[in-house]
């Protein structure tokens, strides 16, 4: 007789608060592609992010450890659409943010096992279960600073969920429109390295 197994994510063990967590050390530039209009230092609280508490008591500021990853976390969601809106791009900036020493709870290699979980916290949808990890992670006693995560969209990316604690301080570094100065050569790098398209503004 085979054994059945679900897809789903496993929801967090009821020991998890007495396995140690498998805590990165994280320093120095984090990026976010983000609405201009809008604050970079965004801790939600609405239940939209895969990490975002399901209690909605603490915010969740989500960024990546690189600027290219960023940029595939907000443009490269559609599947269906090989193309790029020329607005999108013209309302949205790419902001680096400076941490001191942060330690975060390491949800890319071998310490997704010590923890009863697999790679599919990376990719679940809805985001009820991965909530109930962030909560979970949140909770622990090691006070992790946030979560580390692959990419759904290209996951040789990493990004992190910050947690809003008291305490924790983050700067801007440096702020610029995708579409401004410097950074618009960047930002057709990124486009022409997944073979998009710029649908322009008519």
């Not at 592609?33 to 939600?44: C, I, N």
């Not at 096992?113 to 909770?139: K, M, Q």
């Not at 801007?172 to 503004?201: D, F, H, M, N």
């Amino acid at each position: 007789m085979g054994v059945s197994s679900s897809s789903k994510l496993p929801l967090p063990p009821a020991d998890l608060a007495s396995r140690s967590l498998p805590l990165r050390r994280i320093q120095g530039s984090l990026f976010r592609v983000h609405r201009s209009a809008s604050k970079w230092a965004y801790f939600g609280k609405c239940g939209d992010g895969r990490f975002d508490d399901p209690l909605k008591r603490y915010g969740v500021l989500y960024a990546a450890l690189k600027p290219e990853a960023a940029f595939a976390e907000v443009f490269l969601r559609q599947l269906s659409l090989m193309l790029v809106l020329e607005s999108d791009l013209q309302e949205r900036s790419l902001s680096e943010i400076t941490c001191k020493s942060i330690h975060c709870a390491d949800l890319t290699g071998s310490g997704l096992r010590r923890l009863s979980c697999d790679n599919r916290v990376s990719a679940e949808r809805p985001y009820h279960t991965t909530g109930c990890w962030s909560r979970a992670i949140f909770e622990h006693t090691q006070r992790p600073d946030g979560i580390i995560y692959l990419s759904r969209h290209n996951p040789q990316f990493r990004y992190v969920a910050l947690f809003e604690r008291r305490g924790r301080r983050f700067t801007l570094k440096s702020s610029q429109g995708l579409l401004s100065g410097s950074c618009r050569a960047w930002t057709i790098r990124q486009i022409k390295k997944y073979k998009l398209a710029i649908q322009p503004v008519t």
